[in-house]
C-alpha cells in the first residue's frame, strides 16, 4: 500500500508528511501531516520532544505534575487506509475521522470488484483509487467532520505519536 500513498495524499490535495504504517485502535492507517515549524522550533529549544508514551501524556491533565503543557507539533490533515472491505473502511474510519478527514486507498482499476462508494460516502470517508503507474483518482472526496467532536486525549496523544515518528523518518523534512 505505501507506493499509493504519496499519489493518494496529492489527489485529495492533502499536503504534507505521509506517515505510514500507524497502529490505532486494532487498525493500520496511515496519516498525512503537516509541521508546525514554529512550535517545533520552540519545543527543541525548551525540553518539549514528542511523547508517545500513553502513561506519561495522562499526565499532563494533573496540574500537579505539570504548569504547563506543549502545543502540538503538528497537524493531522487527514488519515488514509487500504482495507479489503466496506465494513474494514468503516470500522477503521470510524474513531478517526472524529479527528481529520479519512480516506480508503484503492488499487485501480476497480472494474467487476467495484465498491458500493455511496455508503462510504454517507459517512464522510473518501475514495481515492490509485493505478500502478501512480495515477490518483478521487472517486469521492472526504469530509472534515472533526469540528462537530472537538478536541480529544485521544487526538492528542496521537498528534505526538504522529509528531515522534515525523522526527524519527523523516527529520531532514522537519529540519529543513
Same mark, same amino acid.
Given at each position: 500500500?505505501?507506493?499509493?500513498?504519496?499519489?493518494?495524499?496529492?489527489?485529495?490535495?492533502?499536503?504534507?508528511?505521509?506517515?505510514?504504517?500507524?497502529?490505532?485502535?486494532?487498525?493500520?492507517?496511515?496519516?498525512?501531516?503537516?509541521?508546525?515549524?514554529?512550535?517545533?522550533?520552540?519545543?527543541?529549544?525548551?525540553?518539549?520532544?514528542?511523547?508517545?508514551?500513553?502513561?506519561?501524556?495522562?499526565?499532563?491533565?494533573?496540574?500537579?505534575?505539570? =504548569? %504547563?503543557?506543549?502545543?502540538?507539533?503538528?497537524? !493531522?490533515? /487527514?488519515?488514509?487506509?487500504? #482495507?479489503?472491505?466496506? *465494513? +474494514?473502511? $468503516?470500522?477503521?474510519?470510524?474513531?478517526?475521522?472524529?479527528?481529520?478527514?479519512?480516506?480508503?486507498?484503492?488499487?485501480?482499476?476497480?472494474?467487476?470488484?467495484?465498491?458500493?462508494?455511496?455508503?462510504?460516502?454517507?459517512?464522510?470517508?473518501?475514495?481515492?483509487?490509485?493505478?500502478?503507474?501512480?495515477?490518483?483518482?478521487?472517486?469521492?472526496?472526504?469530509? =472534515? %467532520?472533526?469540528?462537530?467532536?472537538?478536541?480529544? !486525549?485521544? /487526538?492528542?496523544?496521537?498528534? #505526538?505519536?504522529?509528531? *515522534? +515518528?515525523? $522526527?524519527?523518518?523523516?527529520?531532514?523534512?522537519?529540519?529543513?
Amino acid at each position: 500500500m505505501q507506493p499509493l500513498l504519496h499519489p493518494a495524499a496529492s489527489a485529495l490535495g492533502w499536503h504534507g508528511t505521509v506517515v505510514p504504517d500507524v497502529a490505532v485502535l486494532g487498525h493500520q492507517v496511515s496519516a498525512v501531516v503537516r509541521v508546525r515549524a514554529d512550535v517545533h522550533e520552540w519545543r527543541r529549544a525548551n525540553g518539549w520532544p514528542p511523547q508517545a508514551n500513553p502513561s506519561w501524556f495522562r499526565s499532563w491533565f494533573e496540574p500537579a505534575a505539570h =504548569d %504547563r503543557l506543549p502545543l502540538p507539533a503538528v497537524e !493531522l490533515v /487527514g488519515v488514509l487506509v487500504g #482495507e479489503s472491505t466496506v *465494513d +474494514r473502511a $468503516l470500522q477503521s474510519c470510524g474513531t478517526l475521522m472524529t479527528l481529520a478527514p479519512c480516506s480508503v486507498v484503492l488499487p485501480a482499476p476497480q472494474g467487476e470488484r467495484s465498491w458500493p462508494l455511496m455508503e462510504l460516502d454517507y459517512y464522510g470517508i473518501g475514495v481515492v483509487a490509485v493505478d500502478e503507474a501512480g495515477t490518483a483518482e478521487l472517486l469521492v472526496p472526504p469530509e =472534515d %467532520r472533526s469540528t462537530e467532536f472537538g478536541p480529544s !486525549l485521544f /487526538g492528542r496523544w496521537l498528534l #505526538e505519536v504522529l509528531y *515522534d +515518528r515525523v $522526527l524519527k523518518e523523516a527529520p531532514a523534512r522537519v529540519e529543513s
